[in-house]
């Protein structure tokens, strides 16, 4: 079992940056590949970004690249995503998921899911 918790979230303004946090319990948090989705208003879920369980791999969606950047640190059981370069698009609940030796791009491979934080982009 692996519990997520996200934090980070906000109002910030267009161009501006935020980083959010995701934090896991779990004994083997290092097996599991970690992704952020999002979901707007109104919209599907979408991918955002994942990372491998070593960290050494990462994907992201194209609306974010190069401006969003995943990390992890499996000492703290904590997955990262800064946020630059912000735009009203981005606006949405930001949802952390672990799935055991899965890091691709559906969420329907991931098992856990995190509750969500609220990231609002004004213009």
């Known amino acids: 079992q692996v519990q997520l918790v996200e934090s980070g979230g906000g109002l910030v303004q267009a161009g501006g940056s935020l980083r959010l946090s995701c934090a896991a319990s779990?004994?083997?948090?290092?097996?599991?590949?970690l992704g952020w989705f999002r979901q707007a208003p109104g919209k599907e879920r979408e991918f955002v970004a994942s990372i491998r369980w070593s960290g050494a791999d990462t994907n992201s969606a194209d609306s974010v690249k190069g401006r969003f950047t995943i990390s992890r640190d499996n000492a703290e059981n904590t997955v990262y995503l800064q946020m630059n370069s912000l735009k009203p698009e981005d606006t949405a609940v930001y949802y952390c998921a672990a799935a055991l030796s899965y890091y691709g791009r559906s969420s329907r491979l991931y098992a856990y899911w995190g509750q969500g934080t609220q990231v609002i982009v004004s213009s």
């Open positions: 779990g004994r083997t948090f290092s097996r599991y590949g």
